[in-house]
């Protein structure tokens, strides 16, 4: 097994487990019912923070479900590994750990103390 199909093989596994989370935190992350005559008013309020947590879960989980695609693609144009800033490899403990990295440790560390 080469390299890239290893880091595919981590990035679909990757995908199959966020896809299973989004779609079963959808019910969590629905209206909630503001009926005042079945729950209480701190029940509402937990309610609607489960809500809001459960919907930041959503974006994040979108948002990573969108690296992981695009992750792929660089696999399949054999661009995958390089830092898209200075174009050197990025280490593969790096991308053993998140292998939607775009940037080497070098250049992402360059890009946070911006």
Known sequence: MTANQHYRELLLRERAELTLISE???EAASTVELDQSRVGRLSRMDALQAQ????ESQRRNKLELIAIEQALKRIERNEFGDCLECDEPIAPQRLELTPTAT????????REEI
């Open 24 to 26: 079963t935190t959808d």
């Open 52 to 55: 809001s947590m459960s919907q």
């Open 103 to 110: 940037l080497c440790i070098s250049c992402a560390s360059d």
